[in-house]
């Protein structure tokens, strides 16, 4: 807790967050907490350069830093810990994770589910922008820094509900301005599931 806390005065000293927005990344870290698992149906969008790819799926979370993105076409992530194994998009291999594209990657995932998004941020020097809409709190985190190999996060889109404050959408752009966006659909909160889906 203290160090959250810390995170958020960090924000502030930072003006990247008011104090409303600050109670609001505080809400939603206590709503994240009470989560233990997720199932639900997932769509997902790859948008690179204009053409648009679209496809279904099944997406499965565990508050023990696990989850499981397995779409309908074969292709798969799955993070389980430390390990890895991925099929989807530049990934296809199976590792144990250390710093770099792919642990970065699955942080974006588990921080969402676990509302750490003040701590998304600072760990990778994102600006930080929140506007509430008609459906969503939106959290923007983006960062103008240049990488020389063009990988890396760019953006960061996370669209969280009005009233239960969890996420509902994730959005990830790159340095090649690929966008990929995660929707959850029907999700259904601390249900029991085969725990196998994990297996690396």
């Known amino acids: 807790m203290k160090k959250q806390l810390l995170l958020f005065v960090m924000m502030l ?3 990247q967050v008011d104090a409303q927005e600050t109670l609001l990344l505080q809400r939603i870290l206590e709503s994240g907490r009470c989560i233990e698992s997720v199932k639900a149906d997932l769509h997902q969008s790859r948008n690179k350069n204009g053409e648009v790819n679209e496809r279904n799926g099944v997406f499965y979370y565990s508050a023990t830093d696990k989850f499981a993105a397995l779409l309908d076409d074969g292709q798969f992530m799955i993070i389980n810990g430390d390990h890895a194994n991925m099929d989807i ?3 296809h291999e199976k590792v144990r994770m250390r710093q770099g594209p792919i642990r970065s990657l699955s942080r974006v995932f588990l921080y969402a589910f676990q ?3 003040a701590e998304l941020a600072e760990n990778n ?3 930080l922008d929140i506007k509430t809409t008609k459906k969503f709190h939106v959290v923007t985190m983006t960062t103008k820094k240049k990488l020389l190999i063009g990988f890396g996060l760019r ?3 996370l669209k969280f509900g009005l009233n239960d404050l969890l996420v509902k959408e994730i959005s990830i752009t790159d340095y090649r301005r690929t966008t990929n966006t995660f ?4 999700p259904q909160y601390n249900v029991s599931f085969d725990p196998s889906v994990f297996d690396i």
């Open 125 to 127: 020097n994102f600006n």
């Open 13 to 15: 000293s930072f003006r």
């Open 89 to 91: 998009g530049v990934f």
């Open 155 to 157: 953006q960061v889109v």
């Open 183 to 186: 929707t959850l659909l029907r």
């Open 115 to 117: 509302g750490r998004c």
